[in-house]
């Protein structure tokens, strides 16, 4: 049973009823509030990067501080090398499922988002390089990944 509220539209402040999730009165006013974050973000462009620089390496340093801070294979610990790595080598199948595009920061936000769970590892970008081309690392080929 949907629950039916009376509603104060947000963008042209007329009344309406809705469900407790609905906050515009009509698809025009729905259709005027796009675009609004983005030309506010053009207009401050400096501090819009610098805001969105500062939270993707605070999601980088609590998704590696969570998985490990160094590399598990060559012991690399400099952020800027380290990457998240499929232990099962299922990156491609996960990646496609979760991502429009290739991006590191929707991976990192998607762990955080499900808890961190288990079936992925901290490697250095040679290392996760090489065990996608080669099968293992090459550092230490004896030690599967």
Request: charged fraction near 25%; aromatic fraction near 10%.
């Amino acid at each position: 049973m949907v629950i039916i509220y009376n509603k104060i539209c947000r963008v042209c402040g007329g009344s309406f009823q809705g469900t407790r999730m609905s906050k515009y009165c009509s698809d025009k006013c729905r259709e005027g509030t796009k675009g609004i974050t983005t030309i506010w973000a053009r207009n401050n462009k400096e501090r819009n990067n610098k805001t969105q620089r500062d939270y993707r390496l605070k999601l980088k340093i609590e998704i590696f501080t969570h998985y490990g801070n160094q590399c598990k294979c060559c012991g690399e610990s400099m952020i800027d090398f380290l990457t998240i790595d499929h232990i099962k080598n299922n990156g491609a199948t996960h990646n496609k499922k979760i991502r429009k595009y290739n991006s590191a920061f929707i991976l990192y936000s998607w762990l955080k988002k499900n808890n961190f769970p288990e079936g992925y590892q901290t490697l250095c970008l040679n290392c996760n390089i090489g065990k996608r081309v080669k099968g293992y690392c090459p550092h230490n080929p004896d030690n599967p990944l």
